[in-house]
């Protein structure tokens, strides 16, 4: 049959299961009951401001470097359009501080070392949290008990049963909290999610997506050690719960050797006391968005997980994964992810009728490619100019949106809360060789052979792969 090209700001479609529906954001808005308990349980959380559609939201920023520094100049760009105001910044490197500071015009009386301060300041309605990922949880549940909203970088939490506090978090306090994973804003996740509701290829059988890099010889994360002294940069503070477990398995450094705490500071994610390495800074990149694009995110069945660091071996944690991931409807998930070669799979998702091909960040379009059998039922069809792409400013304008309407953003907490479960068991099913079984209403983490294994947290495995 003819394959027929739909401008989404035009055309129709010649199917009635693809015609236009309501916006697929909604696919998303669903929000799930958890009962484990959280950090300041008996402290009563704080209101905050309820904010109108017309009011100025007053932001704080939790983590000014890197990440968070691109949040603040975004966020002054769009300052008029997104009607903001900024209450202060907070980052335990003196610099970095200094320069968000100078970057948004705020005084001296709005930096903080102690993000604490910063969050006990009434006129404060939402903190962008942009530290490194073992303060995400913290940082997170102090600034949601404190009344204000979150948007806080991905992945989510460190490891898993901080994720379940965060969700225990948000029900408490009913904040808005959006994951930084700006691609489940991108309008052509959206597009195949309704195209999925609307029975576009049958039953889900599987789906794919990578995130591939190669922009040094050594890998990423290489990033330059700054000329700090430990009067700049609190190191105590820094650690935070990376600091639980013993050193020497942890590969945590003291103090004293400075040398080496400035090399964790600044390439934490090589680490694994901080960081889970590509499966925490890359991997959510696609596993946000497709698993939104299914239209029923889940939590996983089983997770398996492969690694390999055989370029870049001057790091705890792997170059190179391979994750699978199988739900309880049957379908499955495979997500690829490298820092040392940039070719990679196409993203897409598979049904019993046909296939879904979206293409990675910079790709603004939807195919539909048709079974041979459903030709007569189908007919093919390329979906264009699918707008926003997967830019941070306006993931960030959806959270804002939201907090005025007071409903789900995009990357929302029950997504949030199923993307970090295959997140954490695919680490550890990649530290520790085994193939891995979840129980959702058990929490129950088991092999095959019924084995039960406790979540990983903080200083319980040894740096770099535990088996093998």
């Known amino acids: 049959m003819e394959q027929k090209k739909i401008n989404e700001h035009g055309g129709e479609n010649r199917r009635q299961f693809i015609k236009k529906t309501a916006t697929a954001a909604a696919v998303v808005a669903a929000t799930n009951i958890f009962k ?34 691109t949040h603040v100049r975004n966020m002054k760009t769009s300052q008029k359009e997104n009607n903001l105001a900024f209450g202060g910044v907070s980052d335990l490197y003196t610099k970095y501080a200094e320069r968000a500071r100078e970057h948004l015009g705020l005084s001296s009386s709005d930096v903080y070392k102690d993000y604490r301060k910063l969050l006990e300041k009434k006129d ?20 949601m008990n404190a009344g204000k909203h979150v948007y806080v970088q991905k992945p989510m939490t460190r490891h898993l049963q901080e994720a379940f506090d965060v969700a225990d978090t948000v029900k408490k306090t009913g904040k808005i909290l959006q994951v930084g994973s700006q691609g489940c804003t991108d309008a ?15 039953k889900l059988v599987w789906g794919a997506g990578c995130y591939c890099r190669n922009a040094e010889p050594e890998g990423e994360w290489n990033y330059p050690i700054p000329n700090a002294t430990p009067d700049e940069i609190d190191w105590d503070a820094w650690l935070g719960p990376a600091k639980q477990g013993d050193p020497a398995k942890t590969g945590v450094p003291s103090k004293d050797d400075w040398k080496k705490c400035l090399d964790h500071f600044a390439r934490w994610r090589r680490y694994h006391p901080y960081c889970a390495g590509v499966l925490g800074d890359l991997v959510p990149h696609r596993l946000h968005p497709i698993m939104l694009a299914t239209g029923e995110p889940m939590f996983p069945k089983r997770v398996v997980c492969t690694g390999t660091r055989k370029v870049s071996t001057n790091r705890d944690v792997n170059d190179t994964t391979h994750l699978l991931a199988e739900f309880p409807n049957g379908f499955t998930l495979f997500i690829v992810s490298t820092t040392v070669n940039e070719r990679g799979i196409v993203d897409a998702i598979h049904g019993s009728k046909g296939t879904l091909l979206f293409g990675g960040m910079s790709s603004h379009k939807v195919e539909l490619a048709v079974e041979r059998w459903a030709s007569d039922e189908i ?12 830019d941070t400013i306006y993931h960030e304008k959806n959270w804002f949106d939201c907090i005025r309407a007071n409903k789900q953003p995009n990357a929302n907490i029950d997504l949030g809360l199923k993307v970090q479960t295959v997140i954490c068991l695919a680490e550890m099913s990649e530290r520790l060789g085994e193939a891995l079984f979840f129980d959702e209403k058990t929490r129950k ?21 535990a088996w093998g």
């Open 36 to 69: 484990t308990p959280v950090y300041g349980q008996n402290q009563a959380p704080a209101p905050g401001r309820v904010i109108g559609a017309n009011d100025r939201i007053v932001v704080g920023f939790v983590g000014v470097g890197g990440m968070g520094f």
């Open 124 to 143: 404060i309605d939402a903190i962008v949290c942009a530290t490194v990922d073992h303060w995400h949880a913290q940082v997170s549940i102090d600034a």
């Open 188 to 202: 052509k996740y959206h597009k195949v999610a309704e195209l999925i509701k609307q029975g576009a290829i049958g």
């Open 379 to 390: 007919d093919p069809a390329t979906y264009d100019n699918l707008l926003p792409g997967e």
């Open 445 to 465: 983490i088991t092999n095959g052979d019924g084995k039960v294994f406790e979540p990983i947290t903080y200083g319980t495995l040894k740096s770099g792969p």
